[in-house]
């Protein structure tokens, strides 16, 4: 029973235009929502996050929309660039006294010169 | 400031032996997560720990599963006897209040054959 689903599983687009990646979710407790970067051999990176009590949240290229009524959250890079290839995750968290992250598969960006 | 880090990165051992990964998370953190990706699939969570204090473990799959975190700082998780299915890379996560977000390692990859 996944909780947060990322739909597309991989994303290609043009350097210097627009992203964006997608995320929805199924529990309503849900209240902190993350966008975490992976690369390589790497571990997750933290990218972004954004509140319940919030609609958008801002940081540089990278924005994150949350869409309560619909449980939908999207992050959009503007511009892309090549730098950004990676995979995206998706994460969220009911609050309380433990913030455990309950993660989406993951999409993959590959962003071309 | 050094970030999380695990030890080792990969370990291949065979089905019913026993495995110990560690994890020393960012210093002055007191929150330590341990998460698992299994191929394909989305990363999990397995536990929280708070200090030394394991906050919440219901994400660990069974009883073959151990983890330690003595003084509240570097973190064991064992596997035994290992099983094919605990293949996959496990992440460690750290950091400073639930408040906050987390700070990942870059993952041991373990392979049971």
């Known amino acids: 029973d996944q909780q947060v689903k990322q739909n597309s599983p991989s994303l290609s687009v043009q350097e210097g235009r627009i992203s964006i990646l997608n995320c929805d979710y199924t529990?309503?407790?849900?209240?902190?929502f993350l966008w975490y970067k992976k690369y390589p051999a790497e571990g997750p990176t933290f990218l972004i996050s954004?509140?319940?009590?919030?609609d958008k949240n801002e940081d540089g290229r990278f924005t994150v929309f949350l869409n309560k009524s619909a449980k939908h959250l999207s992050l959009h890079i503007v511009p892309s660039q090549p730098g950004d290839s990676a995979v995206y995750f998706c994460?969220?968290?009911?609050?309380?006294?433990?913030?455990?992250?309950?993660f989406g598969k993951g999409t993959l960006l590959t962003v071309n010169p | 400031e050094a970030g999380v880090t695990q030890f080792p990165s990969h370990s291949v051992i065979e089905k019913g032996q026993t495995v110990t990964l560690r994890c020393d998370p960012i210093?002055?953190?007191?929150?330590l997560y341990w998460y698992r990706r299994v191929m394909g699939k989305e990363i999990k969570f397995l536990l929280h720990?708070?200090?030394?204090?394991?906050?919440?473990e219901s994400g660990m799959p069974n009883n073959r599963f151990l983890a330690e975190r003595t003084g509240g700082t570097y973190s064991t998780l064992k596997v035994q006897p290992a099983e094919l299915e605990d293949s996959g890379v496990y992440f460690c996560?750290?950091?400073?209040?639930?408040?906050?977000?987390?700070?990942f390692g870059p993952g041991t990859r373990l392979t049971v054959l």
């Open positions: 954004i509140s319940s009590i919030k």
């Open positions: 529990n309503s407790m849900f209240d902190y």
């Open positions: 996560a750290s950091s400073p209040t639930v408040y906050n977000e987390q700070f």
């Open positions: 720990f708070v200090k030394e204090s394991k906050q919440d």
């Open positions: 210093s002055g953190h007191d929150n």
């Open positions: 994460a969220a968290s009911a609050g309380g006294s433990n913030y455990k992250l309950t």
